[in-house]
């Protein structure tokens, strides 16, 4: 259980904090209630005023207005403290045209919200240790770090051209663009992330080759100068995606580049072995951020309540930690679920033998019997 605060304690902390809540389609609304549950025990137990707003994103939002985010919902989570998001999409809204589909709404609200950086975490929890693809020497030894990616930039977002040459083939240009206010941005949020975690953060580029890549590496030393707690390396992309699941353990933040943390953050989250326990947010100016688990919506078993709701509950554990300074309260969190694990408790994407099946709503409860 987690400890009071005396009275002294919760007068001197007590928050109050709007937050935006998006359930969601299909069986994300299942999810993102068990997670306000777990936000209401904590704001009880420490002493905070939690306040909710919904707002309409993705297929729901389709539904209801015919826009995947309409501007009014927007200005919901552009109004809050931080949104909470379930999951968006479905198979009843893939046949629509592209500006109009789920997926939309949500490049929308990150640009909206002028989120730049998406934070993916990459966690074993010991007790999950046989579902990871990697040698169990490997794991072993822990793993247990987050990557911050550029969101906004890079060559997802540079100039594309395909043209013909004279000699009649066709020749495709994408260009790289990054430029040092934008690498700035997003390389002090990897030091702040650090600063808050064990202190270590890499750089992956490839400045080997890449002239963005050498500019990132200038910006990042002179930004390295004003984090002399925080131990600074680098990697080129290639060896960092064989560290990865050669030594996971070595890492505890890693930034980089648009690209690069797009391939590396999906291979990190596969060596954990489970989508269902994996929370993301999405960070730009300021402490506001978009949390949300970085699986799908889940139709096959929507309104069953067996979705597994602990990667949306660790989302609002991210929330607390960087969003809102509640570092305590994200460790009660997340000491709930591994106590959970700790007693055999799972949903059925993570059964194994021995353990016992829960459906959502009953994780649900008992994540909140350990808070």
Sequence with gaps: MSRPYNSNERENRTMQKNITLIYGDCSSPEIVTQAVRVLDKIAARHGHTFTYTRAYMGGEAIDRFGDPLPASELEKCKSSDSVLLGAIGGPKWEGLPGDQRPEKGL???RAGMGLYANNRPAKIWPQLAPAS?????IVAQGIDFIIVRELIGG??????????LASGEKQAIDSMPYSEHEIERIGRIGFETARKRRKKLCCVDKANVLDTSRLWRSVMHRLQAEYPDVEYSELFVDNCAMQIVKNPAQFDVIVTENMFGDILSDEASMITGSIGMIPSSSLGDGTRGLYEPI??????????????PTACILSAAMMLRYSFGMAEEADAIETAVNKVLDKGLRTADNMSEGCTCLGCTAMGDAILAEI
């Design 155 to 164: 060559v997802y977002f540079g100039s594309h051209e395909t043209h013909t």
């Design 295 to 308: 699986h799908g919506s889940a139709p096959d078993i929507a309104g069953k309540d067996i979705v597994n």
């Design 133 to 137: 693809p990697l040698k169990p020497e």
């Design 107 to 109: 490049l929308r609200l």
